[in-house]
């Protein structure tokens, strides 16, 4: 998990892995589309697959990549943990600043997205 360079990251919710042929898999959690990604980076969707020869074209991106479930589960603990500290500041009745509510709707927003990976373990 790295700070996604294509929004003013504060907390990392880019995930970055590489697969055992080379393939390259991002997403960010926190909704930036892959190109816009790619684009801050300046890389295209070729540049995430390896050379092996196969030449077919990649202008069409490929689906969506299962994440892990030990990676899923360590996301959705650091998302429920920032849910627990807004709810304990609440209980105390401590306020709480704009950056404050706008971290909390990010992270119901990314356990929103880690809930939708989790049922693809379902099917």
Known sequence: MVACPAHQDRSPSL??????????????????DTQAVLDAVGLAFADLFPDNGDHRPHS???????????????????????????????VEQKPLSENDW??????????TTLASHIRE???
């Not at 590489?18 to 898999?25: H, I, M």
């Open 15 to 32: 995930s970055v892995r590489e697969t055992p042929g080379g393939t390259v898999l991002i997403r960010c959690f926190a909704g930036c």
């Open 60 to 90: 069409v991106p490929p689906g969506p990549a299962r994440i892990p479930a030990s990676d899923l589960l360590l996301m959705l603990e650091q998302e429920a943990l920032v849910v627990g500290l807004v709810g304990a500041y609440l």
């Open 102 to 111: 706008q971290r909390l709707a990010q992270a119901v927003n990314r356990i």
């Open 121 to 123: 373990y379902r099917r």
